[in-house]
């Protein structure tokens, strides 16, 4: 395993540990002001800004705090620090 593999493995479980314990400055911590971010849910054409990702924890928390769980599945680095994840939401 390479070192970018070892930090980025290392950076989505922080992220991943946040998110479970429901841990908004944790979800945020290592995200830059411009995120832009594509999800399942609306809206289907992205997020666009720190402030609009914050905006769509809340009620994914609300969710979990009811029974859903959350789990990655896979982490694949593909090259240098570019990894991919896919969570399981249930």
Known sequence: MTEDEKQ??????????????????????????GIVMFDVPPPY???????????????????QAHGASFEIVSLDVAAGDIAYAYTLLC
Do not use: C, K
């Open 45 to 63: 054409e992205g997020v666009r800004g720190i402030d609009a990702y914050r905006e769509t924890w809340p009620s994914f928390f609300e969710w």
């Open 8 to 33: 980025i493995r290392a950076l989505i479980e922080q992220w991943a540990a946040a998110v479970h314990r429901g841990d908004m400055n944790g979800v945020l911590a290592d995200h830059s002001d």
